[in-house]
Every structure is written in C-alpha cells, then in structure tokens.
C-alpha cells in the first residue's frame, strides 16, 4: 500500500458494499477511512460492516481508520389529512403543537423550540428549502407565517430554521443510544450532526470521555459564526454541504467551504468537504464535469479530505467513484502550481518547538530532494503539526499506538505505521530508514528527513530532526 496522494478520501458504507471484497477494493483505489451513517441502517448492520473494515485492516496490514456519523435532531412537520397540500405563494399557513392532521390551513410542528425561537420576520425552510414561509406572528403554542415560495407539501417533511439558534441539544436519545453502541465498537471519530454552538462541543466531549475523536459537522449558519471556537474545541470539522446549502443562500457555500477550510488549516485541525461531490455516478459509471472540477477546487484550497455519501452508500458504481476521486486528486497535486498555491495559505507557526521543527521540515523538502518525512509519535500531535505545513514529501507516521494511526487516516499527507515503542534516537533513525524504504517511498540514495521527540513517551515534545541518506 504505496501512498500516491496527500489527500484523503472517506467512503460511506451501505447496502452497495457486500463484503470485506468490496472493503478491499475500495481501499486499493484509495479509501482511507469509512462512515457509518447512523442515520440509516440498524446497529447490526453497522456492526457487521465495522468487522469487514477491521478484517481488511488485518488482512492488508494498514490503519484505516472509522468514523460514526450521529443523525443529530431531525425537525419536521406532522402529517396532512389528505397525505399532502398545495401551498400558493402569499396565502396564510399556521403550523402548531396541534397534533391533529393538517390542511392546506395548518399542520403540527411538534417542536416547542421551533415556536419559541421564532420572530416575525424570520425564515422557515420546508421540504430542503423548497418552500419557505415568513413568520408574520408568534403565539404561546403556534407561529403564523406567509408563504414566500409555495408548492406540495407532503405528510413528514423536514424543517430548517436558518435564523434562529435552537434550545435544543444536538444529541437526541437516539444519538446517545447509537454513540454508547459506536464508541463499545470502538469507532475512531464521531461526526457532531446538529452543531449550533461551542457548548454542544463540550455536550459531546463528556459523552464521548476520550474514546473517539471528535468531528463537528458545520451546517448550520450559527455554527459558521462561531467557526473558531468550534474549530478549537473539535478534532475535526466536515463542511455538510448539504443542510449548510439549505440554510444559506447557495451562492455563500463555495465562499463558506474556502473560509472553512482556511481556519481549520491555522489552528491544525483536518477539515472533510462532504455532500454530492460525485453525485451522478450513484447511477452513471462517469461523473459530469462540474462535478470534478467541485472536487478539484476541494483539493487546491488545501482540504485534508473529500467524503462520498450515497455514491459508495447506495450508488451502482462505488468501485468506480472512488477511482475516479483518485485520479482527480493525483491531478491536482501532480499540477506545477499545486504546492505554490498551498504555500500561499501557509498559515502562521506558532512559537514552539512543535511548530519550529515542522517549519523546517517544510523547508528542507522544498530545497532539497526529500523522498519522505518520518516523525515518531505517540500522540498523533507532532504529525498533524507536520500536515499543516503541507510539505511537498509524504509524511511518514510512526507510531506505537494503532489507536493513533486510525485516527491519523483524516489528515493531509500523513500515512502511519504501526511500530513498536522506540526508546533511542538511534533506534528511531534506523526504524525510519528501514520503514521508508519498505512501503516503497524511498531507495538507497534517497534523503530522508526524521523528527522525533526526546524525552520519548510525552506528547508535544518534537524538538529532534536529522537528516540521513538511505
């Protein structure tokens, strides 16, 4: 398993994906780690796809990694006397805690905190945004609204609220059931649907009690304000493109995902661009051209990795949407101009020798012919440092702690190999050369650039860097 791109991918598993077969193959065409999606599919399901990966992983002697993606609140709309209603643009529609069928008058909005939230003026988002209403007055137990653009509206429909923050907290029970049963599995990250503000960070922090790393999903317009704090308190962010398109205008999202991708490289955290990044090869074995170029953008702003829902979930061709996704990588970062442009969003070192060290490294790849960067950690910390610097080499991770490793398979540029714990600077260069030259990135003659630190066992202690020539 030779490395041949920097940037990761991450598949979801579904009912396309039959076997530990299908696992294989997908990580040879270049899948790092895998979501289960607990929004759908039941916990023996999930479970039993977690065994295929994990066998995999044996079988292939390679860390990949497993993220558990949480459903979060979904809000909707009761149900229609008549299964569905016609709305017309300018008439009046009240929606209530009513739990009787509705009409094209009314309809139950069992969410209390929707009502409470809500002001004259404000949006409501139905159907994906394919109807909204203007609030025109608020009451103890309903809201009155106008319809700005109508059309069908059907029994069940979601409901997005773009400008108000919910009191409602991102974990349901069914998302506490879930992240008890993914974290007894043992799950490498949990992505935070539902993210509104720092404090549901904290909310999911105590649950998760350092089991898993944590993601936040950025779909929400207040989870963009707060961005920064969001970001510093997570492991991890996703840019949801999906609900995000929803509750933002769609022409905000590019300047969005650009922003987000922008903080998350300065504070070091590993940023995923997710949702229909090659939606039409669900049913067509190509992809269209606005699709690729959508994903060669992801690449170029310096993303550490780009995610595939239904097309691996439920597509017909997943084996091929993942190649795809490959080659368009490897496209990218084999262009003249790939490693100039990251160099212009390099972000700012902090002063610690964590941050000296990866600043170097970057600059001995550039000037001189680097084959690979290995760093020994334990943590993972000294080699995220490294990622953010986007050096031109492959950095290589060893590592004592598989745990580690699989939660290394997000970040840009990093590969890990499991070794066992070293103890001398001697014994890390020789491992190094030894590693290097075994998963095929470097060749006698090639230099080899190591970090590590001493003394050796503690996190954030990287102050060592040597030069040697295999």
Not at 158 to 186: C, I, M
Not at 288 to 300: F, I, L, N, P, W
Not at 385 to 392: D, K, L, Y
Request: proline fraction near 6%; include cysteine; glycine fraction near 8%.
């Amino acid at each position: 398993m030779t490395p041949n791109k920097k940037v990761k991918i991450l598949a979801t598993l579904g009912p396309a994906i039959r076997g530990q077969d299908d696992i294989r193959q997908l990580v040879e065409a270049g899948v790092n780690l895998f979501r289960l999606n607990f929004s759908h599919g039941e916990h023996a399901d999930h479970a039993e796809r977690y065994r295929w990966v994990r066998e995999v992983e044996r079988e292939l002697d390679y860390p990949i990694g497993i993220l558990m993606d949480l459903q979060g609140p979904k809000l909707r709309v009761g149900r229609f006397a008549a299964g569905k209603v016609q709305l017309a643009k300018g008439q009046a529609f009240r929606l209530d805690l009513d739990p009787t069928p509705g009409d094209a008058r009314r309809v139950n909005l069992p969410h209390p905190e929707i009502i409470a939230a809500l002001q004259p003026g404000m949006s409501l988002l139905l159907d994906d945004g394919r109807l909204r209403l203007e609030v025109t007055a608020r009451h103890a137990e309903a809201i009155d609204t106008q319809v700005i653009a109508g059309g069908e509206l059907s029994d069940r429909k979601g409901v997005n609220v773009p400008e108000a923050v919910l009191q409602l907290s991102p974990l349901t029970d069914k998302d506490r059931r879930d992240l008890a049963f993914g974290l007894e599995l043992g799950v490498d990250w949990v992505a935070l649907s539902f993210v509104q503000r720092p404090e549901d960070i904290h909310e999911a922090r105590e649950l998760i009690g350092g089991r898993a790393a944590l993601m936040a999903k950025i779909e929400k317009p207040s989870a963009v304000q707060h961005l920064e704090e969001i970001a510093r308190l997570s492991d991890a962010i996703m840019v949801a493109r999906g609900d995000l398109g929803v509750e933002v205008p769609a022409e905000n999202v590019p300047r969005i995902q650009k922003e987000i991708i922008a903080t998350c490289r300065r504070l070091g955290r590993p940023v995923v661009v997710a949702t229909q990044m090659l939606e039409s090869m669900r049913f067509s074995p190509a992809p269209t051209r606005a699709e690729v170029t959508d994903v060669a953008t992801a690449v170029s702003e310096g993303t550490d990795a780009v995610m595939l829902s239904a097309e691996t979930a439920s597509g017909d061709y997943p084996l091929e949407a993942v190649q795809m996704m490959s080659k368009i990588i490897r496209q990218v970062e084999n262009e003249p101009d790939f490693q100039a442009q990251l160099d212009v969003g390099r972000p700012q070192a902090e002063p610690t020798a964590s941050d000296a060290i990866s600043c170097a490294i970057r600059r001995v790849s550039a000037i001189l012919p680097v084959a690979a960067l290995v760093n020994y950690t334990e943590s993972g910390t000294s080699s995220l440092r490294a990622s953010r610097e986007r050096p031109r080499a492959t950095i290589l991770s060893l590592t004592p702690n598989l745990e580690t490793a699989r939660r290394l398979t997000v970040a840009w540029g990093i590969y890990s190999v499991v070794k066992q714990r070293l103890q001398q600077v001697e014994e890390v260069t020789r491992t190094a050369l030894d590693v290097a030259q075994g998963q095929g990135l470097a060749k006698p003659g090639d230099t080899v650039v190591i970090t590590a630190g001493v003394p050796f066992g503690q996190p954030g202690t990287t102050n060592t860097l040597r030069i040697e020539t295999l």
